[in-house]
Each structure stands twice: as C-alpha cells, then as structure tokens.
C-alpha cells in the first residue's frame, strides 16, 4: 500500500520559515518523481515544485523561485520542501506528490487522478 505522510507545518510569521518532509512508503521511492502542491481556500490544487529521481532537476512554481528548495533523501525514501521569506498568500494545505514520471507533476492541471500517489496534505499558515 502506497503511503505519502507528510509532517512539518504550522503557523508562522511572514518573512519565516518552515521546512516540510514526506514520507513514502509502499512504492520504489528512488525511481519517483516527487513534488509539493498546494491547495488554499476556494482555490484549485496548483503545482509549487519537483524534483526527479535522480536529483539533477528541479522545477517551481513561479511565484516560489528563490524561496523554496525542494530535496530528496533516496535512502530516506523522504522528499523535503524548505519554505523561506513565507508570505501570507503562501498559506495553504500543502500536499506531497509522487509519480514515475515528471511531467505527471510538473503539468499538472487539476486532474487528482493525473498523480499516482498523493499525501493527506499539511497546513502551512502563515499570518501577516
């Protein structure tokens, strides 16, 4: 049974930080492609960034270049989203990703079903 569990949100103040972790279990994590979406209010899940699976490319979300790495610890079987310079319009469920191919995630457009493997999703808030 495949498991995504992701951990490390919360409340934080704008300009801070927080660095998200994923878990997976039940799938060859090291031949993944892994990434972060989020999901805020009355807004459509969108992309925020992946990584493939052997770490030699990354991809983000426009809005998030310079602020977020993503990473990945293949003996760890755990993909990372460190989130700096937080803004307020950051806040959201964020939720882990995983598919063999990449651009499963990275062209994303809505489709759940599009995206083999998914967490239950963090709560990042981050207040102004």
């Known amino acids: 049974q495949v498991q995504l569990v992701e951990s490390g949100g919360g409340l934080v103040q704008a300009g801070g930080s927080l660095r998200l972790s994923c878990a997976a279990s039940?799938?060859?994590?090291?031949?993944?492609?892994m990434g972060w979406f989020r999901q805020a209010p009355g807004k459509e899940r969108e992309f925020v960034a992946a990584?493939?699976?052997?770490?030699?490319?990354?991809y983000y979300l426009d809005s998030v270049k310079g602020r977020f790495t993503i990473s990945r610890n293949n003996a760890k079987d755990t993909v990372y989203l460190q989130m700096d310079t937080l803004k307020p319009e950051d806040t959201a469920v964020y939720y882990c990703?995983?598919?063999?191919?990449?651009?499963?995630?990275?062209?994303?457009?809505?489709?759940?079903?599009?995206?083999?493997?998914w967490g239950q999703g963090t709560q990042v808030t981050v207040s102004s």
């Open positions: 990703a995983g598919d063999r191919w990449i651009a499963a995630i990275t062209n994303f457009r809505g489709n759940i079903g599009s995206v083999s493997a």
């Open positions: 039940g799938l060859p994590f090291s031949v993944y492609a």
């Open positions: 990584i493939d699976w052997s770490l030699s490319n990354t």
